[in-house]
T-cell receptor, first 111, second 116 residues
Framework: QQPVQSPQAVILREGEDAVINCSSSKALYSVHWYRQKHGEAPVFLMILLKGGEQKGHEKISASFNEKKQQSSLYLTASQLSYSGTYFCGTRGQAGNTPLVFGKGTRLSVIA | KAGVTQTPRYLIKTRGQQVTLSCSPISGHRSVSWYQQTPGQGLQFLFEYFSETQRNKGNFPGRFSGRQFSNSRSEMNVSTLELGDSALYLC???????????????FGPGTRLLVL
């Protein structure tokens, strides 16, 4: 089942912060975050496993709330290079389940 | 290490024709997944192959099929093309060895298919 991402789109000025949410109605074991720039392939950012961990990647971090089956991606002090579409992918608890992606959140950072 | 490669990068076909897309995974990766990407729909899962066997299948009609070869290269085929099949088709590879939720996928650049 496809996870739900919110918001669908967001516009930021350089230096502002943003939060992108990803939720599922099914039990999750992992959440994978990707960023895709226009005309390019999605690029892997980070993976979070069940256990409520939080990870960071430069000024981009994420959390995974296992009880709520929700993950949030935090972008702080945004830069122009952060522009793109962010996708969350989720896998269920059963073994060898496919990675199912949300519809994406389009982030535009302007000067 | 070379990344995931896909050929061709662009393709124009007419309705009713069939098409075959190719994907070469990262060296050592044994799992290949295919996705269809259209505006507003995100990445729709098509199927996943591991060691020449289809491991998972998405909710697409039988016109969409795929296979994987012994060298892990994969092809997907779409028969009797429809206008709605116009999309970016992405291939992603992973080791497949963990066989579980922590498997990370790496995407190729995609094949953009236009059906007229």
């Amino acid at each position: 089942q496809q996870p739900v991402q919110s918001p669908q789109a967001v516009i930021l000025r350089e230096g502002e912060d943003a939060v992108i949410n990803c939720s599922s109605s099914k039990a999750l074991y992992s959440v994978h975050w990707y960023r895709q720039k226009h005309g390019e392939a999605p690029v892997f950012l980070m993976i979070l496993l069940k256990g409520g961990e939080q990870k960071g990647h430069e000024k981009i971090s994420a959390s995974f709330n296992e009880k709520k089956q929700q993950s949030s991606l935090y972008l702080t002090a945004s830069q122009l290079s952060y522009s793109g579409t962010y996708f969350c992918g989720t896998r269920g608890q059963a073994g060898n389940t496919p990675l199912v992606f949300g519809k994406g959140t389009r982030l535009s950072v302007i000067a | 290490k070379a990344g995931v490669t896909q050929t061709p990068r662009y393709l124009i076909k007419t309705r009713g024709q069939q098409v075959t897309l190719s994907c070469s995974p990262i060296s050592g990766h044994r799992s290949v997944s295919w996705y269809q990407q259209t505006p507003g729909q995100g990445l729709q899962f098509l199927f996943e192959y591991f060691s020449e066997t289809q491991r998972n299948k998405g909710n697409f009609p039988g016109r969409f099929s795929g296979r994987q070869f012994s060298n892990s290269r994969s092809e997907m085929n779409v028969s009797t093309l429809e206008l709605g099949d116009s999309a970016l088709y992405l291939c992603a590879s992973s080791t497949g060895l963990a066989g579980g939720p922590q498997e990370t996928q790496y995407f190729g650049p995609g094949t953009r298919l236009l059906v007229l």
